[in-house]
């Protein structure tokens, strides 16, 4: 009787432990660590492995060894298999184009290769969403709701074209990584990132999403100045973030992310200075001439900051700064690169 009642107890607190994984990677919507998994669900190290893992083997976790880092695998989507999925609802609405503005279901059937059955009940869904319309006949086209998806996006596409040069120039002078990060509810998300050459780099974050509260560019999205956090996305990474300005509807901002080693001191300072001038040149490039940046208003390169390069380690002694983060740091717009 005893062993029975401990054995129950034993699955029930696996089965707790798997939820809690699963809730845990389903809720944040992007890949975690194995030790960022153990620490937010309060499970040893040595029994998270084994439980990744077993999960892993049966298809409910996925695997990137370039991040090491894991995320949902593909057969949880399949425990939903009877009701639509997103790529349904793609294939149906990328089937209209400028020569096809209206179809019969029967049509969608076949040009989607779904049964008749199924793309009804998509496009119930697309007519109640006001993704999909129909005229009298009850032949579908595409809704109003679409365009006003497509013209919110667009100035997102537009800050992502001119950002990226910038954002490239930002990880030469500092030898980190540079990100672009734009405001989602209570959430920052990552739209773009350019890796730093270091072997040792923070990677694979776009399309991460990460709390506005207790990160640096939370508070840059929130509140202007360059901040500075360490420890708040994960351990051991320093994050140095400032809004991007004047840009119209939507919050941005942009951060190198880097290990607390490598920016400690005279270089933290500096880095916090290259990272606003980069800001505001983005700010600039968006307001000149639809996104082409004035050359005087250039960040300056990366030999006259004075920052070392990705071979040339830092000559500071290792410091711990742990939450550390800095308002309304003055600075000046980006100079002429000489």
């Known amino acids: 009787m005893q062993s029975s009642l401990i054995r129950d107890r034993r699955v029930t607190g696996s089965a707790d432990r798997v939820l809690a994984v699963l809730d845990l990677l389903a809720d944040r919507g992007y890949s975690m660590t194995s030790m960022a998994i153990a620490h937010e669900c309060g499970v040893p190290r040595s029994t ?50 400028a020569r096809t ?111 506005l509260a207790g990160s640096a560019s939370g508070a840059a999205l929130t509140e202007p100045g360059v901040h500075v956090v360490s420890d708040a996305v994960e351990a051991g990474v320093v994050a140095v973030a400032c809004g991007v300005p004047g840009i119209g509807a939507i919050q941005a901002a942009i951060s190198i992310t880097a290990p607390m080693a490598r920016l400690l001191g005279s270089l933290l300072a500096r880095a916090e200075a290259e990272v606003a001038r980069t800001a505001s040149a983005i700010a600039h490039a968006m307001a000149t001439e639809g996104g082409r940046a004035d050359p005087a208003h250039e960040p300056r390169t990366h030999a006259s900051v004075g920052l070392p390069t990705a071979s040339e380690p830092s000559r500071e002694s290792p410091r711990r700064s742990n939450g550390r983060r800095r308002r309304g740091t003055p600075h000046s717009g980006p100079e002429r690169t000489s």
């Open 48 to 97: 998270i492995y084994r439980l990744l893992n077993v999960l892993r083997s049966r298809g409910y976790l996925g695997y990137e060894r370039r991040d090491r880092s894991w995320s949902l695998g593909p057969r949880l989507f399949q425990v939903g298999a009877t009701s639509p999925t997103v790529a349904q609802v793609l294939l149906v609405l990328e089937t209209f184009d």
């Open 101 to 211: 503005l209206r179809l019969s279901v029967t049509e969608l059937a076949r040009r989607t290769g779904l049964e008749v059955s199924r793309v009804s009940q998509l496009a119930d869904l697309l007519l109640a969403e006001g993704l999909l319309s129909a005229d009298e006949r009850g032949r579908l086209g595409l809704g109003l709701r679409i365009v006003g998806l497509a013209a919110r996006a667009e100035p997102v596409e537009h800050l992502l074209r001119v950002a990226r040069p910038y954002l490239e120039q930002l990880r030469d002078r500092t030898g980190e990584t540079a990100n672009l990060l734009v405001r989602d509810g209570v959430s920052a998300l990552y739209l773009d990132q350019v890796e730093s050459p270091r072997a040792l780099r923070v990677s694979g974050w776009i399309g991460r999403r990460i709390p």
